[in-house]
């Protein structure tokens, strides 16, 4: 059993985390805005702690971070701005000041991604909307940290029942459907319809977001 923090834990993928660790039989605490979001039979199951996330400070989020093992962020999104930057640097700040810091889960999404060898992520391509490259300042906040820590990046998340591991493509640290040979060298332009055409692989169930080990972050401990 281990001892969990979410945050963002009434949003979709939230609710569903945290059903999911309370089912594995993990120790889950939350901090949400409005407790009783939370479903009852579910709030009954978890320590839950009251606050709001944009206003708390690294100094809040320090004293809620203190004592568990692990931290997952589902907090936030690209459509807030800058302040979804703002929130994942004081929730990085915060954990590096804890004593003994968990192993921390962030969300981004598959622009991060890295396309093929190109040297290309997803959200330097033309014509892929500029938001996404929050995702890039918070890749590189992460990497300026100590923290033993993981961003996922799934595609477009859905409402939907699970579809099995068998049937979906995972990667680490790359687009997980290589372009063609031919475009290495190609304008930038020439990635856009390959990235549109194959979002469709990468479309993730929220509910089948645990099994998928996504993403970019620092090697998983032997």
């Not at 998340?157 to 040979?181: K, T």
Request: charged residues 20%.
């Amino acid at each position: 059993m281990s001892r969990l923090l979410i945050l963002g834990a009434t949003g979709n993928l939230g609710r569903v985390l945290v059903q999911q660790a309370v089912a594995r039989g993990h120790k889950v605490s939350v901090v949400v805005r409005d407790p009783a979001k939370l479903p009852p039979a579910i709030a009954d199951q978890i320590e839950v702690h009251p606050g709001d996330l944009a206003v708390s400070t690294s100094e809040d989020l320090a004293r809620r971070i203190t004592g568990h093992d692990v931290l997952i962020c589902a907090a936030g999104n690209v459509a807030d701005g800058e302040g979804f930057t703002a929130l994942i640097d004081r929730i990085d700040e915060a954990a590096e000041t804890v004593a003994h810091p968990p192993v921390c889960w962030f969300m981004a999404g598959a622009a991060l991604l890295d396309m093929g060898d190109t040297g290309l992520k997803g959200f330097e391509l033309p014509l892929i909307p500029k938001q996404y490259q929050l995702h890039g300042k918070n890749f590189e906040r992460l990497s300026r940290s100590n923290l033993d820590w993981r961003l996922c990046c799934p595609g477009p998340m859905v409402d939907e029942p699970p579809i099995g591991l068998g049937s979906m493509r995972v990667s680490i640290d790359r687009f997980p459907v290589e372009p063609p040979a031919w475009t290495r060298h190609a304008p930038r332009i020439f990635f856009v319809p390959h990235f549109i055409k194959n979002v469709g692989q990468i479309t993730v169930p929220y509910s089948l977001l645990h099994g998928s080990e996504c993403g970019r972050g620092r090697p998983f401990p032997k």
